[in-house]
């Protein structure tokens, strides 16, 4: 089983920037697929960004062109770069870790609350 633990979360108005971090201890790290999700109040929980073993990276529509998401595998961390931010991206943030092969995302982080005021 993998640990997640994210950070870098805060307050920031809009058009701001903002960097999360993820970090994993556990199993190896390398192999896996990332991904980023956010859930606002009321709402369901929202993907965001995925990037897989090899670099290659998938964005949720609303996101696309403002967030970078990118890993450092001898770090075990992900990050998310957030630029632009409205305050729509309020939200509480949560990495996770899916298992080659597997079909769903088992492993989730304790999240990151990121409130962008206008």
């Known amino acids: 089983q993998v640990q997640l633990v994210e950070s870098g979360g805060g307050l920031v108005q809009a058009g701001d920037s903002l960097r999360l971090s993820c970090t994993a201890s556990?199993?190896?790290?390398?192999?896996?697929?990332l991904g980023w999700f956010r859930q606002a109040p009321g709402k369901e929980r929202e993907f965001v960004a995925t990037?897989?073993?090899?670099?290659?990276?998938e964005y949720g529509n609303s996101v696309k062109g403002r967030f970078t998401i990118s890993r450092d595998n001898v770090k075990k961390t992900v990050y998310l770069l957030m630029n632009s931010l409205k305050p729509s991206d309020t939200a509480v943030y949560y990495c996770?870790?899916?298992?080659?092969?597997?079909?769903?995302?088992?492993?989730w982080g304790q999240g990151t609350q990121v409130t962008v005021s206008s």
């Open positions: 996770a870790v899916r298992a080659p092969g597997a079909p769903l995302f088992g492993s």
């Open positions: 990037i897989n073993w090899s670099g290659n990276t």
């Open positions: 556990g199993r190896t790290f390398s192999s896996e697929a």
